[in-house]
């Protein structure tokens, strides 16, 4: 399902408020009724029904991996993006990772 655009909330919004239910609000939006139940329940605790921030995608490693990779490279200078890739961890980070891990730490 789509998410509601901007207007399309504050309309469903004004028509809970003129009493009409959410499960026609949600029928009329063509979404779940739970839909309308969070917008209404994000409206009585923000005042807005504007989306929240959100982090984007989720991040390959963990801070000890990152640590992992950093030291690793501090101990040998010579060793390459795509070796440390290859082997430093337990599962699969691509040599891209690897230099944003070390551009992090400026070690690039």
Do not use: W
């Amino acid at each position: 399902m789509p998410r509601l655009t901007a207007i399309e909330r504050e309309r469903a919004v004004g028509m809970v408020q003129q009493g009409a239910s959410r499960a026609a609000v949600a029928r009329m939006f063509k979404c779940a009724r739970i839909t309308v139940t969070r917008l209404m329940q994000r409206l009585r605790q923000t005042g807005s029904t504007t989306d929240r921030p959100r982090r984007g995608r989720p991040l390959v490693t963990t801070p000890a991996e990152d640590r992992h990779i950093r030291v690793l490279h501090l101990r040998n200078r010579t060793i390459t993006a795509t070796e440390t890739a290859a082997t430093a961890l337990g599962h699969r980070i691509s040599r891209q990772t690897v230099y944003r891990r070390l551009r992090q730490h400026r070690l690039m």
